[in-house]
């Protein structure tokens, strides 16, 4: 069975000014668009994503949608709502969303969830910030047409977990123009790292503090293969004095002067070439 991405707007008795009703599902559904087609770019696919309208249900307002044929394919389509689902539970846990760092700590949770419901053969993800921050601004402008005690809810597929109620009390008060305005340099090199916050399960960010840079970081691994061994117990346990040597790649995100310090972001660890241990011994993975 295809997937499908239902929009289900419960609106108030006899609401006031109907019409807004029928634009806050246009704005939902167009920011969703936009959405996926954040993803697609995300990772690599030149395809434009495009919704089909599958039905209509009365009484409250319910949108069943789904990908166009011959634009993405189905693996690709539940991995973009697993997404989706990841990034509304962002949202629910606050009721504004303003500035970069913000957007830069959604952007890196919505990449942990794609990688972890991608195939190995697609590229790894990447989220455009200043686009993300144009998607978030076009889910503001829906949530503006709800009412108190009405409310959204986004289904993607018929298991409970897949069901997500939308906090129609947040809004995005950044300005996605004046946001991600400052020049990105690209670093790589090898570096030792010593571990932080690991991840047992899945694909989401390390904590890592970088010796070279005396500083710390978040970052995924994407040397699979290695966190495949370590995540199934085929590598010991990495210990708080263990340094993994590793290239790495990262940004260096300069804001505009006076709008703040030096960032670095999309960090990865992109080969782990040795695990010292604290005991003296040296193992090559």
Not at 85 to 101: G, I, V, Y
């Amino acid at each position: 069975m295809s997937p499908e991405l239902s929009i289900k707007l419960e609106y108030l008795e006899n609401r006031s000014n109907p019409a807004e009703v029928f634009e806050a599902m246009a704005l939902y559904i167009n920011a969703y668009k936009g959405f996926g087609q954040l993803l697609t770019n995300s990772v690599g696919l030149k395809l434009d994503f495009e919704f089909q309208l599958n039905d209509i249900e009365k009484s409250s307002i319910l949108s069943k949608l789904s990908a166009l044929p011959n634009s993405i394919d189905s693996m690709l389509e539940k991995a973009f709502y697993s997404s989706g689902n990841r990034l509304f539970e962002t949202l629910a846990e606050t009721n504004e969303t303003k500035s970069e760092e913000q957007v830069e700590s959604i952007a890196a949770n919505i990449e942990s969830t794609l990688a972890d419901n991608l195939e190995d053969k697609i590229a790894d993800p990447y989220i455009d910030r200043q686009n993300l921050a144009h998607v978030l601004k076009g889910f503001s402008s829906a949530n503006e047409k709800m009412k108190p005690r009405e409310s959204v809810i986004i289904m993607s597929g018929q298991e409970l977990g897949q069901k997500c109620n939308l906090n129609t009390n947040w809004r995005f008060t950044g300005d996605p123009k004046n946001m991600f305005r400052g020049s990105t340099e690209c670093q790589e090199h090898r570096d030792k790292l010593s571990v932080k916050v690991s991840v047992n399960e899945g694909n989401s960010v390390w904590s890592f503090r970088s010796h070279s840079l005396n500083r710390r970081f978040c970052a995924r691994i994407t040397h699979k293969e290695w966190l495949e061994s370590y995540q199934n117990g085929l590598i010991q346990a990495i210990g708080p004095k263990d340094v993994i040597e590793a290239d790495i790649s990262y940004d260096i995100y300069m804001p505009p002067k006076g709008k703040g310090q030096p960032q670095i972001r999309n960090a990865r660890v992109k080969e782990v070439v040795n695990v010292h241990r604290n005991n003296g011994h040296q193992y090559e993975l």
